[in-house]
């Protein structure tokens, strides 16, 4: 037996969702003047920087078997920290916004702790803190947003492009994909990265192999705040302000876009690559439909039925990819330990 | 392949047989599991089947009892050919199965682990409820006379592994079996409870019972059997009348030839000591005072019944477990607390079960291969594809392995290929000791053969190997040394060329006669009071708050209407939770109900507004739910998508439906008629309250009163359990997503006859504190653990710390603050409980 067939079914499944954002882009391109012109696309996805940043370092958690529904909150709970700093103690902007930065990698850090030391199931102690980053982050504004920042901090989130003309590129957008390519290549390439995909397939293995899990899953849910943290400058920077009461649902956005991409909600295999496939085809959608004026209702029916199909489908290529292994749990249900 | 059949030597053999299999295959995925058998079972006979692990023996005996299905074959039952769809079926035709004992629910009682599939007693009249009494009343009377008398309330994780098998077995006589299936019972009995065991099987077998006796001790087959089955690679060997037949006979057409001899090449160097143990011990007391020197180039057996703590030894010295003692490696003490130290200290452990312990099934060869040594793949952390792809090769070359791609999914390979993988990814990372766990369990002949060789071999290069094995003849045939444990303790130490089987077999038997005769002690003694404890904690946490309040805040807080306000405001939620809880008991979850709550309550505010009488619209919301939340689970279960996925996905689609329906107005004003329905109260209580109560009723009396609800629970404990005794987890989950989906639809009408009006973010976050409101009411997010009293009391507890911070006059941004660290403490809380009940487990005899 040859193991192409499980690399063409797993490089058809990806190429499948690249033809999927291909297709929907050409026909709205064909169908919406708007939509074809470059400043307002690349303008468009410019908001889509935050949920891009966060889905990154989602879809190594959700690799694992884990699931951090904490970011949200947290990149309100760091920009608020920032603000607050700035704003209220005074301390100079680039120091204020390492803090906020820092306020997540401490909220990524708590997730870790409860996680990995308390064994707290990864979606019970991050939906508690998704209500305790959410609380402090209220808390700590008394429910007000922060405004106010120095002007060429707004300009680079608004107005910062490389290149120019109707390419002109915005410069988050080219920190996301940066950050998405070093998110594919660690996670394909580095120990860490097969570390996390193994994790996620068999946790007594990995253990029994020596991976160490505890400082592993820590490690990830700190990355997962780090990078909530440069979400919440690049938030700041686009919105000029701190909100604790916005990026709520930010997580599941997030999610959404890992499952489309096809990573496994139940670990063991995870693309960054097909994350950011994901985000652009949630991208597309949403502008595409609004520019060939599809109501915003009808729009949001439509994601739901398409992350499920979506899903439906990943879920069959995978299983068709493993269609000539003698399925293991099943065999190992047969078979027990008898 | 030559067959021995011949016919049963008993003198009933005219009989027709009690059931028969003829020409029965089964493949999983390709592989045969069972190609061409047939069996024929009389009545009055004990029919033994033996094989190797992977023989066919357990799918053979889930085909007899309805669990799995034959590709091809026919069943004949007492003479007429036909199907066994299900295990109730089974049950109905008079097959009984004893399962292993891992097979139970540990969170349900004893009795009902025995009566779940058909036999839980009903109340007279109304047959949907349980009659409790009437059946702790029938456990208590099968379990007359067996070591778990009197136990029927116990839950069944407290009790020890020999009383489980026993109230198994007096479960399945008690129903006149015709056929019995008995897989392994003994794995974990001591000498007399498995005495008594086979005592009871041949008094079963003079009253005619046909029995089915799957078993690994040759001995206790060759002492009870009147016909042998022989099963290997799925295929039957024999069948062969059990008198005049010897272990060997029986060993020898399990692998199919006797066991070659190896070359022992002789290691060269000098023998000098690698890992010393001076008395070390497990906390728990599975294994104590072990002292054992392993030198270089030496294969130290070790040798011992199941349950004589070999693995959990060497679980404790590779760092999977805590480990008390002294342990030194090349005379230095050694402090090992993760495996990962063990591995960079030069330590290697190849564990027994290979599909659980050892291989990630769908991952390539190659990532399988390198995964303890990925340190040495690349440089910075990264991983060199060449280098890994070199390394493969080695190994395959070197140990022989056979394979298409170092890209296929080890998954696809046979076990013994498997095992050679694995054991290439111990070899990668150059140990200096192996401790190798039952290394040729599962694999062929010709692959154990060469397993050996490469152990005898390794020896000879220098490396030091501790081998643990319950194979003798593996044992005596590549040992340097034995040792040999039993009940924990190293009890002889044996030279394999001056000794005979006789005297480790001697050595290996349990003898302290405590053990037998003394009360067996329980495994969880307290696990019911433990958690118990839980909805107590609960309701103590409520009392400790409302204390403090009532000091602090006398005037505001000690009022009808401040506690009336607590209650309301946990009304909604409450209900929710409980549908939640029912859906997490079963395993699932779903987060679209905040959303569902908003499109629910749209559709039956409008139905309201526009003059439907308001009984049904309340009919028309709970149907809605109802529907809803069906689609939820069957999109679930239909396209294998997990419920979470499906519920986002479903959080969108019916926010979208709300805002189309409602074209993104308000549904206000709502009619008055319509409001009354949870506007008001009924004598001093408000009517939303009433409504909640009401729910919590209805969730008591499903979990605790009913068939379904228990059978919910029995699912969400173990689904593999679940499965063997003919549940249908799917249909269940659909139950519990289709209930939680109506009081959805309850949870809207009073949302909306509570607030008077149904906006276009209503429901949004609902879904977090119906969950948070379930888990901090004790509802394991596991599953198999969750009460409906639980659920509303942790809604309560969320709305009174709501309330006493507005009280405090803390500024209610906080708010959230709160509510999350009560989630987290209540978890924490919980953990810490369950493993105070883990800690009190006892050893297994």
Known sequence: MRGGAVNFWRLSRQLGLLMVVLAMFLAFAATSEPFRDSVNLLDRMRLWTEIGLIAIPMTWIIATGGIDLSVGSLVALSSMVAGVAYSQLRLPFPIALAAGVLAGVAGGAANGVAASVGKVPPLVATLATLAIYRGIAMGLGQGQPISGFPPPFGEWGNLAFVGSGP?????????????????????????????????????????????????????????????????????????????????????????ACVVIGGTRITGGSGSVLGTFLGLLFLACLDFGLEMNGVLQQTQTILVGVLVVVIAVFNEWFARMSERRTPAAPLSSRTEGAG | MHELVTDAARPSAALSPALELRAVSKSFGGVHALRNVDLELQPGSIHALVGENGAGKSTLVNICTGVLQPDQGRLTIEGREGAIPSPSDAAR????????????????????????????????????????????????NVLAGTGAAGRSRSLAGELSIGHRVQASLAAAVSSCPKVLFLDEPTASLTHRETARLLDELVRLRNEGVAIVYVSHRLEEVLAIADVVTILRDGVRVATEPAPGLTQQDLVSRMVGRELQTVDRAPYEGEPETVLRLDRVGSPSGTFRDVSLELRRGEILGLYGLVGAGRTELARAIFGLDPIAGVVELHGKPLSIERPAQAVSAGLAFLPEDRLNESIFPTHSCRSNLTVASLREMGPLGFVSNQREVEATRRTVHGLGVRLGSVEQPISTLSGGNQQKLVFGRWLETEPEVLILDEPTRGVDVAAKAQIHQLVCDLAARGKAILLISSELPEVMAVSDRILVMAEGKVTAEIDPSRSSEDEIVAAA?????????????????????????????????????????????????LSLKNGLDVLTSASIVSV???????????????????????????????????????????????????????????????GRIHPIVVTLAGMSVFQGLMLLLTKGYEVHPLPDGYRTLVDG??????????????????????????????????????????????????????????????????????????????????????????????????????????????????????????????????????????VGLLILAAVLVDLWLVRLAASRCEVAP
Request: proline fraction near 4%.
């Open chain 1, 167 to 255: 390419y002109a590129i915005p410069q988050q957008l080219l920190i996301l994909l940066a950050m998405v390519l070093l998110g594919e290549v660690l996670l394909q390439k580095s120990r860490c990265g097969r570390w996390t995909l193994l994790l996620g397939e068999n946790e007594v293995a990995a253990r029994f192999a020596g991976i160490p899990v505890a400082s592993l899953r820590f490690g990830l849910f700190v990355m997962s705040g780090l990078v909530s943290g440069l979400a919440a400058v690049t938030y700041m920077a686009r919105s000029a302000t701190a909100h604790p009461a916005a990026n709520a649902g930010l997580e599941l956005q997030a999610i």
């Open chain 2, 681 to 818: 109260r009924i004598l001093f209580l408000p009517k939303v309250l009433v409504w909640s109560l009401a729910v919590l009723a209805g969730g008591w009396v499903l979990l605790q009163q009913t068939i379904l609800g228990r059978r919910m629970l029995a699912v969400g404990d173990s689904e593999r359990a679940s499965v063997l005794i003919g549940l249908k987890p799917w249909r269940l989950r659909l139950a519990a997503f289709a209930i939680m989906g109506a009081l959805i639809g309850l949870a809207s009408v009073m949302w909306g006859g509570y607030y008077g009006k149904i906006q276009g973010n209503t429901g949004a976050g609902f879904e977090l504190q119906a969950i948070a409101a379930a888990v901090v009411g004790g509802c394991s997010i596991l599953g198999g653990r969750g009460t409906a009293l639980g659920a509303f009391l942790g809604a309560v507890l969320i709305a009174l710390i709501r309330n006493s911070l507005v009280l405090l006059k803390i500024n209610s941004y906080w708010q959230d603050l709160f």
């Open chain 2, 93 to 140: 035709l008079g097959i009984h199965v004893v399962h292993q004992e891992a097979e139970l629910f540990s969170q349900l009682s004893l009795a009902e682990n025995m009566l779940l599939a058909e036999g839980l007693e009903r109340r007279p009249g109304i047959p949907w409820l349980i009659d409790w009494n009437a059946t702790y009343a029938k456990a208590e």
């Open chain 2, 576 to 638: 929710a939770a409980i549908g939640m809880t029912l859906v997490i008991i079963t395993g699932g979850i779903d987060i679209s109900v905040g959303r569902m709550l908003g499109l629910v309550g749209a559709a039956a505010g409008m139905a309201a507004i526009a003059g439907l009488h308001p009984a049904l619209c309340l009919m028309l919301a709970v149907a809605i739910g109802l529907a809803l939340g069906s689609a939820n689970s069957l999109l679930s279960t239909i």
């Open chain 2, 509 to 557: 038997l349990p003898r302290s006669p405590k053990r037998d005769d003394g009360p067996v002690p329980s495994a969880h003694p307290r696990l019911r009071a433990i958690l118990a404890f839980r909805e107590l904690g609960i309701g103590a946490a409520l009392v400790a708050i409302a204390l403090l309040m009532a000091i602090a805040r006398p005037a505001e807080f």
